[in-house]
């Protein structure tokens, strides 16, 4: 009779991917039910749930936009377009972040106890933030129709640009989560981050407004040619750069596999460290 | 978990030469704030802790295994490790058959959410499908004695409740191997009763089962064999009332009422 699982010491790096693959699509409904019990939780599933859900990043935007227009920026109806369609965009990531960075160290009871990929956890936070982000798509939509932005069938690039956005959050929360259980006080740190890179990206400024002097930040924010590509897709109907798309793609899948390394190969010592 | 029928006397578990070593924090929670201020004085971090060492041991099927031990011996780092949520270091463990890995205790790991979702979330976790864990929910409510509770989120439950939750889960769902560890020492004197009414009749089945207690006097009733745990070494395993009694004059508490009422 052969055994049905043997434990033996690991060795350091990756576990047997394929098995792992195949333990965490086995656990997929993990994900799913997860995700619905916590926004049911967070009162997302009813009707005033779903307006704050619509209320709250409207309400941002409009708060940012009174913000540019004080400081005398654009302050047209295309501006306030592109503010709220990357504000949008830009709280896919950054939600994603604050619900992942403590996914690992939340869910502590779960992995003392229960033998199951530990990545479930930040990948659960992230479909949470995108069943968060959904209803800000229709909100745009909306918007743009009222406001009489061009139409054409190059909003299309959105799909990719979109996926492109979560690749790169999935990435970001599974690497934080992991960090995050040898430093606890990232989450602290978080909201620092955050606003700095809300600030960095093209989202109360275009991307053509930046100083050639400031041309830096570009190359070393990642969200800068997502913004840009969004921006140009969503607001003016035009077609991304390819460079920007391809930039981007780099970034998230760079981010992808190295946070994937990186909390695979540290995921068995969760147990002990949490 | 599994239809297979396993016949008495089968090998289920077998530990071999298993040892356990690991490196933690000494901090409870580390940050990066003490990390960068302790930076250049060389204070220690980490301490390696040796939890598990050379233990040997078989657990057929048809049979309970009780595990005995003061505090800090190592029994729930051994059953972590029989479940798969721990590697081991040295050795090696084979598990011929579906553990129940402790998944009772993984129940309520968020507790803004109710009994119910959590029972859920603890058997997807664990590997189950919806539906096997739909057709067990209710014999697990109903064993559990919740009420309504079930539906009120964890954090309101006692820790009489939680217990009984935890247990419920683990007994009904029926794996092959099933772990039962100190779970069942909260509750009222009635619901404890209950529970080793549970375990006597599981142990019919043709299952393998490995509990961990305190209570000297249940495992001496139930198991068939007993294994003694002490800092992280095997040191006797054998017939439960040798291994019990043994125990029992190593803890200086022989015959003492306490020790044998608790289950």
Redesign the interface.
């Known amino acids: ?1 052969t ?8 060795h350091k790096g990756l576990p047997p991917l394929r098995k792992y693959w195949r ?1 965490l699509w ?2 997929r ?2 994900i799913t ?2 995700s619905r ?2 926004l049911h ?1 967070q009162h997302y599933d009813s009707v005033f749930g779903q307006i704050w859900l619509i209320l709250n990043p409207l309400l941002l935007s409009a708060v940012y936009f009174i913000l540019i227009v004080i400081i005398g920026g654009h302050s047209d109806k295309v501006r306030y377009a592109h503010l709220t369609a990357c504000l949008f965009l830009f709280y896919l990531v950054a939600n994603t972040l604050t619900g992942g960075v403590k996914s690992v160290t ?11 990929p530990r990545i ?1 956890l930040p990948i659960s936070a992230t479909v949470i933030a995108i069943f968060r982000f959904i209803p800000t798509i229709l909100i745009f939509a909306i918007l743009r129709t009222v406001l009489g932005l061009p139409v054409g069938w190059e909003l299309l690039w959105a799909i990719p640009i979109v996926v492109i956005t979560i690749v790169f959050a999935l990435g970001l929360a599974i690497l934080i989560s992991c960090i995050n259980v ?5 989450a602290n ?1 978080l909201p620092y981050l955050t606003r700095t890179f809300l600030y960095l990206s093209p989202v109360l400024w275009e991307a053509s407004d930046l100083k050639p002097k400031l041309q830096t930040i570009e190359m070393i924010n990642p969200l800068f040619p997502i913004l840009d590509s969004w921006s140009r897709t969503v607001v003016h109907a035009q077609q991304p750069h390819l460079s920007s798309m391809l930039i981007a793609s780099a970034w998230a899948l760079l981010l992808f596999i190295f946070g994937t390394y990186f909390f695979l190969s540290r995921e ?2 969760f ?3 949490v | 978990m599994s239809n297979t029928v396993h016949t008495s006397g ?2 289920a578990v ?1 530990v071999q030469h298993l040892g356990l070593t ?4 000494i901090d409870r ?5 003490s ?1 960068l201020k302790s930076m250049g004085r060389g204070t220690k971090q980490t301490q390696v ?1 040796r939890a598990l060492d050379d233990i040997m041991l078989d657990v057929p099927y048809g049979s309970v295994l009780g595990v005995v031990g003061a505090n800090g011996a190592g029994k729930s780092t051994l059953m ?20 129940s ?6 129940v ?3 507790p ?2 109710s009994g119910r ?1 959590n029972v ?3 058997g ?4 189950m ?2 539906q096997e864990i739909e057709d067990h929910f209710e014999e697990i409510a109903d064993f559990a004695e919740l009420g309504d509770s079930i539906d009120a989120p964890m954090r309101t439950y006692s820790s009489g409740m939680y217990a009984r939750l935890a247990f419920s889960v683990a007994v009904t769902v029926r794996p092959d191997i099933l772990i039962v560890d100190e779970a069942l020492s909260t509750g009222d004197a009635r619901f404890k009763e209950k529970s080793l009414e549970k375990i006597k009749e599981l142990r019919s089945d043709a299952r393998a089962l490995i509990l961990v207690s305190h209570a000297l006097g249940t495992v001496k009733d139930i198991c068939n064999e007993v294994a003694w745990l002490h800092k992280g070494k095997l040191i006797q395993r054998g017939k439960p009332d040798e291994v019990v009694d043994a125990y029992a004059d190593f803890l200086h508490v022989r015959k003492s009422a306490v020790i044998d009422e608790d289950i």
């Open positions: 009779m055994p049905v699982d043997v434990f033996v010491p690991f333990t086995e656990r409904a993990f039910e997860y019990s916590e939780e939340s869910g502590q009871r779960l992995i003392l106890n229960t033998a199951f479930m040898y430093f606890r006080d990232i740190f068995r010592e147990a002990v460290r | 089968e090998i077998s690991y490196t933690t924090t929670r580390p940050t990066l704030k990390r802790i972590r490790v029989i479940s798969g949520i721990l590697p081991p270091s040295q050795g090696r463990v084979e598990v011929y058959g579906k553990v890995t402790l998944l009772a205790l993984g309520g790991f968020s803004s959410l979702a859920r979330l603890g997807l976790a664990a590997g499908s919806r």
